[in-house]
């Protein structure tokens, strides 16, 4: 069955030390893989996308993720974190059984906490 | 580009009543989503609509809710009779169908906090 998993409730790191926000699949065949955020009384809004090529995917406002298909995972990444940065994070795969319609799986989230 | 819009932006209403959530997806785009956002089960897909054509709502919660697409620029979602447990907050999204081996992400609107008393 097609799922994506976000490990941490939540993740706490400090202003200007690198952040890992994890994700991990599992689908039958070629993942397209998102990240979005959402910050307080706000909509998602998407950050970044795998969908073929380079494993190294870089987003908006610094963000990276990591394809690594032996892994099956997806993580989020970024060099320096800013305590704008917090917010509500989510990995999302495509439904590999409504493909045409651009249904998305979400994970559960992750709250970020950057403190200064 | 004015994003996808929802209308209103919170709802407060009395257990019983009517409620009917409005969306305005972007221009162009051929998919529409409805999602529902709780603290305790998180985002939830309702239904989506492809074309204007409703192809899953396996994931509304009961008969109670209803959903519509009458042309590609609107769509409402409707509960009636509304219950406490209904308060959450509803986001609409849109996207536009790929072809091949692209995939477009979803554009999500701000969200309508709905509160049942």
């Known amino acids: 069955a097609q799922s994506v998993a976000q490990p941490e409730d939540q993740v706490n790191v400090a202003e200007g030390n690198p952040l890992t926000v994890k994700c991990t699949y599992s689908?039958?065949?070629?993942?397209?893989l998102f990240w979005y955020v959402q910050y307080p009384n706000r909509g998602l809004q998407f950050l970044l996308k795998y969908i073929t090529g380079d494993n190294l995917v870089k987003g908006s406002y610094g963000f990276e993720a990591e394809f690594n298909k032996s892994q099956t995972s997806f993580h989020l990444k970024k060099p320096s974190a800013l305590v704008s940065d917090s917010a509500l994070y989510f990995c999302a795969v495509r439904d590999e059984r409504s493909s045409n319609t651009g249904k998305l799986i979400f994970g559960q989230g992750t709250t970020l906490q950057v403190k200064p | 580009d004015a994003g996808v819009i929802q209308s209103p932006r919170h709802e407060v209403t009395e257990m019983g009543q009517e409620v009917t959530l409005r969306c305005k997806p972007i221009s162009g785009h051929n998919s529409l989503f409805w999602y529902r956002q709780t603290m305790m089960r998180g985002l939830e897909l309702l239904i989506y609509?492809?074309?204007?054509?409703?192809?899953?709502d396996s994931g509304m919660p009961e008969d109670r809710f209803s959903a519509k697409m009458p042309n590609a620029s609107f769509s409402t979602l409707k509960i009636q009779p509304s219950e406490p447990r209904d308060s959450a907050v509803y986001f609409c999204?849109?996207?536009?169908?790929?072809?091949?081996?692209?995939?477009?992400?979803?554009?999500f609107g701000p969200g309508t906090r709905l509160t049942v008393l």
């Open positions: 999204a849109s996207s536009l169908r790929g072809t091949g081996s692209s995939y477009n992400e979803q554009f």
């Open positions: 609509f492809n074309n204007n054509v409703p192809i899953d």
């Open positions: 689908v039958s065949g070629n993942p397209y």
